[in-house]
């Protein structure tokens, strides 16, 4: 029998998927006051957060702070945590459908875009988003092996993700030793021998995909000189549009003043490369031994972009390891449409469609990357999710996608539910605690927190606290 207090009167909302999206939308549902609204958000690892916690750079804990803010949604009045459990795997859609009115899917992109040009499955080629995970302590890419025994590495794109992945690989591990880095990482850096990462643009300086700060950073590390080819550096005709653009504008000036400054003298250099596409990986002894590359040339595409044209001259880099920092890109989840083309949850202004575009998903809602692509940063997530959610609430008052039919059971049974199946959720009192283990033992050690980089740790620790509280 369901509970009519609840079921009748309050609008219950499950999300899926703990990132900024997901609080944001959390967030955006809990407080405003049109509609009474109960949130349980659901995440398949036992830590939120998603790349807040497992994507931003460890030196990058201003950016991390933001976490702060999740944790006051977390204590707004309506709001529960449900850790540990995925989608498709723990729970199904239609479980989702029999308890609560709406659903959001704030699942992200969780894997990676291809070059695919040969060679890219070789022993030392690697995926940026693994490499990331990897020093995040994400449990996915904990078992990763990262040998940095070569003396160069080369990373395809010019995103920001490609120069977190740069300056993590040129930095002194003595600044990343007080961050949350995992411990593992820190050691594997520590022992790096890699003198030269090549970054690598497809276009020129004025279509970079970093933003202003990121490459000045860069530009600003006491261990590695950031060099760039005064050649490619140049504004060509077909970069002129897009040189108008403010942080474009900015992104060229400093290059150019970078080139100037010629090769530096600190022991690790970064060069930075433009109008350069890979075309194979070359491998040498079962492994990367280079990557062989094109030089490009622009030209406008006649909508106002430019676009890179193989010259059809060709070199090769020596490199022992190759990131692809290509983009992100959306994975499918059983139960859920998904464009495999745009590889994102299809959607009319977060209004859910079905696979084939053609119908409405009833109740159904996508928000962040999932909605809108792999782009942005953390807080372009805020105004994304709020617009989902104005549709949602719109919808909820117009009687639409059954708020006013009560779901087939009562609130409180998603947790009955879960016990039932043996599923252990990990609610957010209790990643509190594992938060706590966390500083704590990141505080013995000098560091910001040593995170926990394996789900059993993570549970055996909780069981631990419970054993001994
Ligand atoms: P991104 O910004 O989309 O950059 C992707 C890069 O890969 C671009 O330079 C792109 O060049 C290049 N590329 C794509 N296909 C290629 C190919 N086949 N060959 C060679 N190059 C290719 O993606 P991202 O770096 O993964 O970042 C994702 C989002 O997270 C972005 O919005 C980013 O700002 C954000 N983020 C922010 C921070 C921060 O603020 N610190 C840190 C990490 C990530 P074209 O432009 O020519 O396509």
């Known amino acids: 029998m369901a509970d009519d207090k609840f079921s009748q009167k309050i609008l219950r909302v499950a999300i899926v998927g703990s990132g900024p999206s997901g609080f944001y939308a959390a967030e955006a549902l809990l407080k405003q006051k049109e509609v009474p609204v109960e949130v349980d958000l659901f995440d398949r690892l036992p830590t939120p957060y998603g790349l807040v916690r497992g994507g931003v750079a ?19 009045p309506g709001f529960r945590f449900f850790g540990n459990i995925q989608l ?37 080629s690697h995926s940026a988003t693994a490499f990331v995970g990897w020093y995040n302590a994400h449990p996915d890419y904990r078992d990763q092996k990262f ?6 590495a080369a990373i395809v794109g010019v995103g920001n993700v490609a120069i977190d992945v740069a300056r993590i690989l040129a930095e002194g591990p003595e600044i990343l030793a007080k961050t949350d880095i995992a411990d593992y990482a820190l050691e594997t850096l520590r022992q790096s ?23 000045k950073e860069l530009g600003s590390l006491t261990t590695a000189d950031l060099v760039v080819r005064e050649d490619e550096a140049r504004l060509d005709e077909a970069s002129k549009t897009d040189y108008l653009n403010p942080e474009n504008k900015k992104n060229v000036d400093y290059v150019q003043a970078q080139a100037k400054m010629g090769e530096g003298n600190k022991p690790r250099k970064i060069r ?11 491998i040498e002894d079962g492994r990367v031994g280079g990557l062989k590359i094109e030089k490009n040339r622009l030209v406008s595409d006649g909508n106002g972009k430019a676009k890179a044209v193989g010259t059809g001259q060709f070199e090769t880099l020596p490199a022992g390891l190759v990131f692809r920092s290509v983009g992100y ?17 299809p959607n009319r202004e977060g209004r859910v469609l079905s696979s084939d575009l053609k119908n409405p998903c009833m109740g159904e809602y996508v928000v962040g990357w999932a909605k809108r692509g792999p782009s942005g940063l953390i807080g372009t997530n805020r105004a994304d999710s709020v617009a989902t959610v104005k549709g949602m609430l719109e919808d909820a008052l117009a009687g639409k996608f059954g708020w006013t039919v009560p779901p087939v059971h009562p609130p409180a049974s998603m947790e009955q539910f879960l016990r039932e199946r043996r599923r252990r959720f990990v609610s957010f009192p209790e990643w509190k605690k594992l938060d706590q283990i ?9 560091k910001t927190r040593e995170k926990f980089s394996r789900v059993s740790d993570m549970l ?7 054993g001994t509280a």
Do not use: N, W
Request: proline content about 5%; charged content about 30%; aromatic content about 6%.
């Open 460 to 466: 055996s620790a909780l069981d631990s606290a419970v």
């Open 58 to 76: 460890p030196d990058h804990q201003k950016i991390k702070a933001v976490t702060a803010v999740y944790e006051k949604i977390a204590q707004l």
């Open 329 to 345: 890109r959306g994975a499918p989840i059983s139960g859920v449409p998904f464009d495999l083309k745009s590889g994102k949850i």
């Open 147 to 152: 040998d940095l025994s070569c003396e160069s």
């Open 88 to 124: 498709g795997k723990d729970i199904q859609v239609s479980d989702l459908k029999e308890r609560y009115h709406q659903i959001v899917y704030a699942v992200g992109a969780e894997t990676d875009r291809k070059m695919v040009i040969p060679g890219e499955d070789a022993l030392g």
């Open 193 to 215: 021998r890699i003198k030269i990462v090549y970054l690598l643009g497809r276009r020129g300086p004025a279509q970079a995909a970093y933003s202003p700060a990121e490459i």
């Open 438 to 446: 966390e500083i704590e033992e990141g505080k013995r050690k000098g």
């Open 272 to 282: 930075l490369r433009f109008c350069v596409s890979p075309v194979e990986i070359v």
